[in-house]
């Protein structure tokens, strides 16, 4: 299951605190896989920084060279797929939170 697809299963509404709960777990895993990626894909960056800054002015004109090369589009992807991992899961732990606070007032 990818993290849109959990996004549209949260969007569609009536997820229950434990189907949350095993969502908040896979959420922890695609998080887990983004942060390798993204550290992989870091050191290449800094190290492509290295081996380009001589062919440019400033070190500005390196990184936006390098933002914009397929490395540093996928930086970005795994960068982007983190936030968004963060962002479900503080949406699945209120959503668990505020359903348990539900039912404990109903006792």
């Known amino acids: 299951m990818t993290l849109d ?6 969007g569609k509404g009536g997820v229950l605190p434990a189907r949350a709960a095993d969502l908040l777990v896979i959420v922890a ?3 887990g896989t983004a942060a390798d990626e993204y550290v992989k894909k ?3 960056f800094a190290k492509a920084f ?3 800054r001589d062919r ?3 070190d500005t004109a390196t990184e936006r060279y390098l933002e914009n090369s397929e ?9 982007y797929q983190l936030k968004k991992a963060e962002m479900v899961s503080k949406a699945l732990n209120t959503l ?3 359903r348990t606070a539900e039912a ?3 006792l």
């Open 56 to 58: 440019f002015k400033s």
């Open 71 to 79: 490395l540093g589009i996928e930086l970005n992807y795994w960068k």
């Open 104 to 106: 404990k007032s109903y």
């Open 50 to 52: 290295n081996e380009a």
């Open 42 to 44: 870091s050191a290449e």
């Open 96 to 98: 668990v939170y505020l």
């Open 29 to 31: 895993s695609k998080y």
């Open 5 to 10: 697809e959990i996004n549209k299963e949260l």
